[in-house]
């Protein structure tokens, strides 16, 4: 039977523990004859039995199993840190040839539960898009901000390498870019971003190879970004349901808003009056056009990059045809 753990820190403590006596340990035995054979324990002390020993501590406990991953990867940070270079054969080994097979396992079983929930939900014939799918399939292998940041790099890749194509919408569906300035400022920051990485590239590859590589990685990067995010806003438009209207802005921004809880929405144009109470379902903020303001009368949960959440009571947001949602809400628009 699983137990509700109220402190999670209490379960776990001995881990940092262990580390800090494996940490002492490899302090003393520097100067010890057998340094090499203690060294070889403490390395497997690091990769094999604190994880083993944290997996004892969690198995009867709602903190998922996969959080061990966290523990290996802390156990060969640590490894480094205390182990001298010339004894770390083991931790390199693991760190050039395990450790990438063990991420590839979490993708893998990330993927499978991916496909698993979007099935469960489609048995029930639930709305469930990949990114919402992706995103709950994470919160079952991993905790909070860990998940969040695997969801979120999953979903980067996806669109930006493998989401070709249109989609069609139907009458309870509300796109949000075809007549948005969104579309035009995220193709100007790529390609600003691709001018901008060849020009400081070929300045800083004559003070340094190495710095012009890593500048040129994270610029790539942060370009992928921005074309998976780009890619994602026509594929995840805003929904109307039954009971509830889903803002939906890419992989960026989603608010689940229950109908109930609206107390107005207004066409709006340019500023609203308070502009600094409203919260935004947007990525670039005031850089983006708003033409619909919603006030609601309980506070509702938005939640944004990386699954950051704040509680927000006003919103402004963008739709392509905002007297329809307006109509289809039914209330007169203003």
């Not at 523990?17 to 494996?22: A, Q, R, S, Y």
């Not at 035995?29 to 039995?49: C, N, Q, R």
């Not at 802390?74 to 940070?77: M, W």
């Not at 960026?252 to 809880?261: D, T």
């Given at each position: 039977?699983?137990?509700?753990?109220?402190?999670?820190?209490?379960r776990?403590?001995?881990?940092?523990?262990?580390?800090?006596?494996?940490?002492?340990l490899?302090?003393?035995?520097?100067?010890?004859?057998?340094?090499?054979?203690?060294?070889?324990?403490?390395?497997?002390?690091?990769?094999?039995?604190?994880?083993?020993?944290?997996?004892?501590?969690i198995?009867?406990?709602?903190?998922?199993?996969?959080?061990?991953?966290?523990?290996?990867i802390?156990?060969?940070?640590v490894?480094?840190?205390?182990?001298?270079?010339?004894?770390?054969?083991?931790?390199?080994?693991?760190?050039?040839?395990?450790?990438?097979?063990?991420?590839?396992?979490?993708?893998?079983?990330?993927?499978?539960?991916?496909?698993?929930?979007?099935?469960?939900?489609?048995?029930?014939?639930?709305?469930?898009?990949?990114?919402?799918?992706?995103?709950?399939?994470?919160?079952?292998?991993?905790?909070?901000?860990?998940?969040?940041?695997?969801?979120?790099?999953?979903?980067?890749?996806?669109?930006?390498?493998?989401?070709?194509?249109?989609?069609s919408y139907?009458?309870?569906?509300?796109?949000?870019?075809?007549?948005?300035?969104?579309?035009?400022?995220?193709?100007?920051?790529?390609?600003?971003?691709?001018?901008?990485?060849?020009?400081?590239?070929?300045?800083?590859?004559?003070?340094?190879?190495?710095?012009?590589?890593?500048?040129?990685?994270?610029?790539?990067?942060?370009?992928?970004?921005?074309?998976?995010?780009?890619?994602?806003?026509?594929?995840?438009?805003?929904?109307?349901?039954?009971?509830?209207?889903?803002?939906?802005y890419?992989?960026?921004?989603?608010?689940?808003?229950?109908?109930?809880?609206?107390?107005?929405?207004?066409?709006i144009?340019?500023?609203?009056?308070?502009?600094n109470?409203?919260?935004?379902c947007?990525?670039?903020?005031?850089l983006?056009?708003?033409?619909?303001?919603?006030?609601?009368?309980?506070?509702?949960?938005?939640?944004?990059?990386?699954?950051?959440?704040?509680?927000?009571?006003?919103?402004?947001?963008?739709?392509?045809?905002?007297?329809?949602?307006?109509?289809?809400?039914?209330?007169?628009?203003?």
């Open positions: 039977m699983v137990k509700t753990l109220s402190n999670p820190f209490i776990i403590f001995p881990v940092p523990v262990l580390f800090l006596i494996l940490y002492l490899a302090d003393i035995a520097i100067t010890h004859p057998d340094k090499e054979l203690i060294f070889v324990g403490i390395s497997l002390d690091l990769l094999i039995v604190v994880p083993f020993v944290y997996f004892l501590l198995r009867t406990t709602e903190i998922p199993k996969f959080t061990m991953l966290p523990v290996i802390g156990g060969l940070v490894g480094l840190f205390i182990i001298p270079p010339a004894n770390q054969q083991i931790l390199q080994f693991f760190r050039n040839y395990l450790l990438p097979l063990i991420e590839l396992a979490v993708v893998f079983v990330v993927i499978l539960k991916v496909r698993r929930v979007r099935g469960n939900y489609l048995h029930k014939r639930k709305e469930l898009d990949f990114f919402s799918s992706l995103a709950k399939a994470c919160g079952e292998v991993l905790p909070g901000v860990a998940a969040n940041v695997l969801a979120m790099e999953i979903a980067v890749i996806y669109y930006a390498i493998f989401r070709w194509g249109s989609r139907n009458n309870e569906e509300f796109t949000n870019y075809k007549n948005s300035n969104i579309r035009l400022l995220l193709v100007v920051i790529s390609f600003l971003t691709l001018a901008e990485t060849f020009i400081f590239h070929l300045v800083l590859v004559r003070w340094s190879e190495i710095a012009a590589w890593i500048l040129t990685g994270l610029s790539l990067y942060t370009f992928f970004q921005i074309l998976g995010i780009l890619k994602s806003i026509p594929d995840r438009p805003v929904i109307l349901t039954q009971d509830f209207l889903k803002l939906r890419g992989i960026v921004a989603e608010a689940n808003i229950p109908l109930n809880s609206i107390v107005s929405i207004e066409k144009q340019g500023s609203v009056p308070n502009m109470e409203f919260s935004n947007s990525l670039l903020g005031e983006e056009e708003y033409n619909l303001a919603v006030i609601l009368d309980t506070e509702t949960e938005l939640t944004s990059l990386y699954g950051r959440k704040k509680q927000v009571r006003k919103l402004l947001f963008y739709v392509d045809e905002p007297d329809r949602l307006i109509s289809r809400l039914g209330r007169p628009a203003e």
